[in-house]
């Protein structure tokens, strides 16, 4: 159990290796888009001084992750991805960006410390093998204070596929923003939903998911019961 654990691991640290090589190849392209991805979210996001610390999870080099930092000039921004190369080269290409971080690390095991107001999941939870998927999503939930922003493939069902890269590897696409929206103290403010690229399987959805406080999330509780109660 434990050699598999492992192999495991070894074979989704060398996938965001190759990730990052391949992404090199688009990094130009990559950073344009993102820019106005990231210009697009803080038109929703309106308040941008409320957001003082950003977690970006599963951030390749910071090809995101850079313009959370530029556009948020006051906040503190940590980018974390299990492939060491991607962590140096982003480390050195956004140096100038004093208030960015970048940590190499797993979702499921958080190399980080606090809450933050802004986490990023942009097209990492489809990749998660699904033994580190809930702890992930509990790691998530643990940091998580007000916002959460979800970029991923919106199939009209989930589904399970191969990466056309390797084989081995299982992608999962589904509309990962329910995961939190299941429970009260999570709630969707946000959702666009567009093509990239051509087919049901490649429809993209962006989310903004906003984390509430306890009080105010289960205020319907009290007529909740007393419906209970006069049935
Ligand atoms: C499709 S890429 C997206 C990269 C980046 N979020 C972006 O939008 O440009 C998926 C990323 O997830 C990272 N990743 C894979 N497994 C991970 C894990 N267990 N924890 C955190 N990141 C992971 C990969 O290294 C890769 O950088």
């Known amino acids: 159990m434990k050699l598999v ?9 060398r996938e965001s290796d190759r990730y990052f090589d391949r992404s090199l190849l ?15 979210l803080f038109k929703i996001i ?14 390749n080099c910071g090809v995101f992750t850079n313009f959370l930092a530029k556009f948020l000039p006051h906040a503190q921004v940590i980018g974390i991805d299990p492939s060491e190369e991607a962590v140096k080269f982003g480390r050195e290409r956004f140096k ?9 690390g797993h979702s499921d095991n958080l190399p980080v410390e606090g809450e933050f107001d802004l ?19 509990s790691e998530i939930d643990k940091v998580a204070r007000n916002y959460i922003y979800i970029n991923e493939f919106y199939p009209s069902s989930a589904l399970m596929s ?3 890269h390797n084989k081995k590897v299982k992608i999962f696409k589904q509309d990962y923003s329910q995961i939190f929206t299941s429970v009260p103290y999570y709630t969707l403010i946000h959702k666009s939903v567009y ?5 049901d399987d490649f429809q ?5 998911v906003k984390k509430l406080p306890l009080e105010e999330a289960y205020k319907k509780r009290a007529s909740i019961q007393e419906a209970d109660r006069i049935k």
């Open 195 to 199: 093509e990239k690229e051509n087919g």
């Open 46 to 59: 309106s308040q941008k001084a409320q957001i003082k610390k950003v977690l970006d999870v599963g951030c």
């Open 26 to 40: 688009s990094l130009e392209d990559d950073l344009r888009n993102s820019e106005q991805e990231a210009k697009k």
């Open 96 to 104: 100038n960006l004093t208030n960015l971080k970048f940590f190499v």
């Open 204 to 208: 993209r959805g962006e989310f903004l």
């Open 5 to 13: 654990d492992k192999e495991d691991t070894i074979l989704w640290n």
């Open 119 to 137: 986490v990023i999941l942009r097209m990492v939870l489809q990749w998660l093998p699904r033994k580190d998927f809930f702890k992930t999503i």
């Open 162 to 164: 191969t990466s056309v």
